[in-house]
């Protein structure tokens, strides 16, 4: 059985998400929890709309539609608000740009290593299948992603901004129409997009760091 290479991979993961918490020199961490606060900020704004529908008072449409804007404004001004907030990280980025991606280099490195020494002790045969499954399931994971969210990454938020646009042009006749569910939607779908993406990069540094470990067994020439 293959349990125990399953499990230094689930294993794996978990360090991963730890370190990610230890400190902002990784990659993207104030990002997430940035993004995770304006996707709060909508998904708030979706409930407070299913309520505005029920009950048709403008109370709830006006605090929806407040939500959704201050939601839409995070997601605009991010960039200027992230170079504020570490703006001392991004100096000394510029000053050396591949001082931040060999520093979150060596921090992974330590861990990787542990996990393929690990690995290259597991015989090739449950490596290569467990590689083989590994890889099948992120292609099934990412074909389905595509059918959910398709290439949102590409356009990003327009759509949605334009729909809000053109929903706040007259603001005492605005209804949930087609229009406006699109402003509402945009958002979450751009979200899931980006987390199944990450997930993904994330399962294809497990499949790297399985393909080495098989690497490591082969007699070199």
């Known amino acids: 059985m293959s349990d125990s290479i399953y499990r230094a991979?689930?294993?794996?993961?978990?360090?991963?998400?730890?370190?990610?918490?230890?400190?902002?020199?990784?990659?993207?961490?104030?990002?997430?929890?940035?993004?995770?606060?304006?996707?709060?900020?909508?998904?708030?704004?979706?409930?407070?709309?299913?309520?505005?529908?029920?009950?048709?008072?403008?109370?709830?449409?006006v605090t929806s539609l407040i939500f959704l804007l201050t939601g839409y404004f995070g997601i605009i001004a991010h960039p200027a608000l992230l170079f504020i907030v570490r703006s001392k990280e991004i100096r000394l980025h510029f000053k050396n740009p591949f001082n931040l991606v060999y520093s979150n280099a060596q921090e992974t490195e330590k861990i990787d290593k542990k996990y393929?020494?690990?690995?290259?002790?597991k015989s090739p045969e449950k490596l290569e299948v467990v590689l083989l499954e590994v890889?099948?399931?992120?292609?099934?994971?990412?074909?389905?992603?595509?059918?959910?969210?398709?290439?949102?990454?590409?356009?990003?938020?327009?759509?949605?901004?334009?729909?809000?646009?053109?929903?706040?042009?007259?603001?005492?006749e605005i209804e949930l129409d087609w229009v406006l569910s699109i402003a509402y939607i945009i958002p979450i779908i751009y979200f899931f997009g980006a987390f199944s993406r990450l997930l993904?990069?994330?399962?294809?540094?497990?499949?790297?760091?399985?393909?080495?470990?098989?690497?490591?067994?082969?007699?070199?020439?």
């Open 9 to 61: 991979l689930k294993g794996l993961s978990r360090r991963e998400t730890i370190l990610c918490k230890q400190g902002s020199r990784l990659p993207k961490h104030l990002e997430f929890k940035l993004y995770a606060f304006y996707l709060s900020l909508i998904l708030i704004a979706i409930v407070v709309a299913f309520v505005w529908q029920l009950t048709r008072l403008e109370t709830f449409k």
């Open 116 to 121: 393929i020494d690990f690995l290259s002790k």
């Open 135 to 172: 890889k099948a399931q992120k292609h099934i994971f990412e074909q389905k992603t595509a059918l959910l969210v398709g290439s949102i990454e590409r356009i990003g938020f327009a759509p949605g901004i334009l729909a809000l646009l053109i929903s706040l042009d007259k603001l005492s």
């Open 200 to 221: 993904a990069s994330k399962v294809s540094r497990h499949i790297s760091i399985l393909e080495l470990a098989i690497a490591n067994q082969k007699p070199h020439s």
